[in-house]
């Protein structure tokens, strides 16, 4: 076989047999005929496989020691002769694919539920979760100035890009770096984004007059820019310097380079602005940003109302359990899908789905020349947006059983039909807002994907549990906030996406295994409740210790 895969295929001809050896047992020049196992040669019309055949049988000739194979030479040589082996057939070695790579969470499912419906083992999780939780080890400590402001070196304009929270990010680096530079903040404009599609103001989120009276005492805050300097600029913000600034710059970078400017110009913008500024910051700019997130940002009065409305609902519907329900931030949504670039079962439908959300939003990035995606890797890393069915299948394993009431936080989820279908089997209490609420209600909010998210952000920022299953600004806030109300503990699950890759990938795995994997991976979320900022952690997911203050013993007494 090795001979024949060596031959030239460039179009000459096979090389002939070389001679027998001329000292061969079997042979004698000048005596009559070729002997039984040297053979005058090919037939004239012999095939590829047969002039192998007499190639190989010669070559092996060579060597006396070789009549010692003799019998599985010439078994082979008729095997070649008759055609039962054909050099046409490769065979295919199939890999088993890494553990982690392969969707496989509807197997796991369909394995698990009856033991997972006929489970009684233990008291219903939302009443013992935090066990390692003792609420006033920490307190909100942000101190407003009671003095005057000194006269402003000018006025500072921002874009803030992005979806709500990104945009909240660029507010409070705005506050912080106004404040810092003794300038005057012009309220930040939101840019409008062709996948958020959400053209509202400032005003339309967040309560306007309440976010200028509460920094008053450390942050001038005005609507716009005074009309005898725009004169300057013939009334036009692009005609005002812009700076360009690298993502997470330092504050000194606005210090020795943006402040000069300011200065000389009096008025000055900064587009884009989002994550601008570092997080590794003198404790005045932290303070600033402390004061803008936790005190002076608050949703409007339409958003707030109705947001409360809906914690109360939540409260009420769940009064067999205290009053106590679950919020989950779901990232399914078709974009996410699509970005994370994973594969779940939804065959060619979901792969022609995702190819053109892909290109839809974002044109020729994942189609770049020399470009490889590799699903299964994204997969075992944790990278890939968990379902609505993994999200079931982790709680139910973290204990928190069929009567848990629980308020699902997400936009549009991709083929929602499908795939909310056995979340809804395990967790028959799920809500949303638009379950909770009218289409009255909702109809002020239904067109606007910040307004919807902001009361999102509400119910989930008072729920007894919060859960993250993706990552980004929305839960990063979250974590960050709900410290802040609950004395320093975010009570919130993080899993380990790493670790449920490996567990949705075992179809044989038991109730009682994964139940224990999952009962840890909670434990593990309780024990990162509590933890303190380094210097490069988001101020905004980290108060402690820059916007909160331990609490002593005799005092939390």
Request: hydrophobic share 35%.
């Amino acid at each position: 076989m090795l001979a024949y895969n060596r031959l030239p295929s460039s179009g000459h001809s096979t090389p002939s047999p070389p001679a027998s050896p001329r000292r061969s047992p079997r042979y004698r020049p000048g005596r009559g005929k070729p002997g039984r196992f040297t053979p005058a040669g090919p037939p004239a019309r012999a095939n590829l496989a047969h002039r192998l055949a007499w190639l190989l049988l010669s070559v092996l000739l060579r060597r006396q020691g070789i009549f010692l194979f003799a019998p599985l030479i010439y078994i082979s040589g008729m095997l070649l002769y008759m055609g039962t082996v054909s050099f046409d057939v490769v065979p295919i070695i199939k890999h088993r694919p890494a553990p982690g790579s392969v969707y496989r969470s509807p197997q796991v499912y369909a394995k698990l539920k009856p033991e997972m419906d006929a489970d009684n083992s233990s008291a219903d999780a939302i009443s013992t979760i935090w066990k390692s939780y003792k609420g006033g080890e920490w307190k909100p400590c942000v101190k407003k100035s009671s003095g005057g402001l000194p006269e402003s070196n000018g006025y500072i304009s921002v874009e803030a890009n992005g979806g709500l929270n990104q945009q909240r990010t660029s507010i409070c680096n705005a506050v912080a770096l106004a404040g810092y530079l003794n300038a005057t903040l012009v309220i930040p404009s939101f840019h409008y984004h062709s996948i958020w599609k959400d053209p509202s103001k400032f005003g339309d989120i967040y309560d306007e007059e309440y976010f200028i009276s509460t920094l008053h005492n450390d942050v001038r805050v005005v609507n716009k820019i005074p009309e005898y300097m725009m004169e300057r600029f013939d009334h036009n913000m692009s005609n005002v310097y812009n700076f360009r600034v690298k993502a997470w710059s330092p504050i000194q970078y606005y210090k020795d380079e943006v402040l000069p400017k300011l200065l000389e110009e009096k008025v000055i913008r900064i587009s884009p602005f989002a994550n601008r500024l570092s997080f590794d910051a003198p404790s005045a700019v932290q303070r600033l940003r402390c004061l803008a997130n936790y005190e002076a940002l608050r949703f409007s009065s339409s958003i707030l109302t109705l947001g409360e409305t809906l914690v109360a609902r939540m409260k009420e519907r769940s009064a067999n359990h205290g009053g106590k329900y679950i919020s989950v931030h779901l990232r399914f949504e078709e974009d996410m899908v699509a970005f994370s670039c994973c594969v779940f079962d939804g065959g060619e439908q979901e792969k022609e789905d995702m190819k053109e959300a892909r290109e839809r939003g974002w044109k020729g990035k994942f189609t770049k020349p020399g470009r490889i995606i590799r699903p299964g890797a994204i997969r075992i890393n944790g990278k890939c947006p968990l379902t609505p069915l993994e999200v079931g299948l982790m709680l139910r394993g973290m204990g928190f059983d069929k009567n848990t009431y629980i308020y699902l936080a997400s936009g549009k989820i991709y083929n929602a039909e499908k795939t909310m279908t056995p979340l809804l089997e395990m967790f028959p209490n799920l809500q949303t807002k638009e379950m909770l609420a009218s289409e009255e209600e909702l109809a002020p909010f239904k067109n606007y994907s910040s307004r919807m998210a902001a009361i999102d952000y509400t119910v989930c920022l008072h729920s007894e549990v919060f859960v993250t299953t993706q990552g980004g600004n929305f839960p990063h806030f979250l974590m960050g906030h709900r410290r802040y109300l609950f004395g320093g503990h975010s009570k919130t699950i993080k899993p380990d996406k790493r670790k449920l890759a490996i567990l949705f990938d075992n179809p044989n795995i038991g109730w009682k295994s994964f139940k224990r994997h999952l009962l840890n991976m909670r434990s593990h979320s309780d024990s990162k409740g509590y933890e303190l900022k380094r210097p490069n952690d988001s101020t905004y997911t980290f108060p402690c210790p820059d916007c909160m203050c331990r609490v002593n013993k005799s005092e939390a007494k």
